[in-house]
Nanobody, 126 residues
Framework: VQLQASGGGLVQAGGSLKLACTAS????????MAWFRQAPGKEREFVAA????????YYSDPVEGRFIIFGDNSKNTVYLQMYALTFEDTAFYYC????????????????????WGQGTQVTVSS
């Protein structure tokens, strides 16, 4: 599965941005898709996950209430709508997908995902 992410860019603090990620390929069926991010000098961290036939979306504490993950299973596309962005949201955002199932209810562990996109940069100016 190939993942193509888009929508990153530069935005002022308090602004909003929408990311998109589409899975494609010969066997592009996915069970869940998620967003992770990595800021300079920091480890990659979970942001949000969407399980197509599972529980409601799951968010990390720093973004809950500000970010919304949603998608279109028929198009194998997931979106991340980000509101009230802060400087701390500046990072490289990676899209991930699992084609082998969802081991946990929250699907927020990076080891659950077998496909990763190239990422897109989000920069929030203070």
């Amino acid at each position: 599965v190939q993942l193509q992410a888009s929508g990153g860019g530069l935005v002022q603090a308090g602004g909003s941005l929408k990311l998109a990620c589409t899975a494609s390929g010969r066997d592009s069926r996915t069970y869940a898709m998620a967003w992770f991010r990595q800021a300079p000098g920091k480890e990659r961290e979970f942001v949000a996950a969407l399980t197509w036939r599972g529980p409601t979306p799951y968010y990390s504490d720093p973004v809950e209430g500000r970010f919304i993950i949603f998608g279109d299973n028929s198009k194998n596309t997931v979106y991340l709508q980000m509101y009230a962005l802060t400087f701390e949201d500046t990072a490289f955002y990676y899209c991930a997908a699992t084609t082998t199932g969802v081991p946990t209810n929250t699907a927020h562990f990076d080891w659950e995902y077998d496909s990763w996109g190239q990422g897109t940069q989000v920069t929030v100016s203070s």
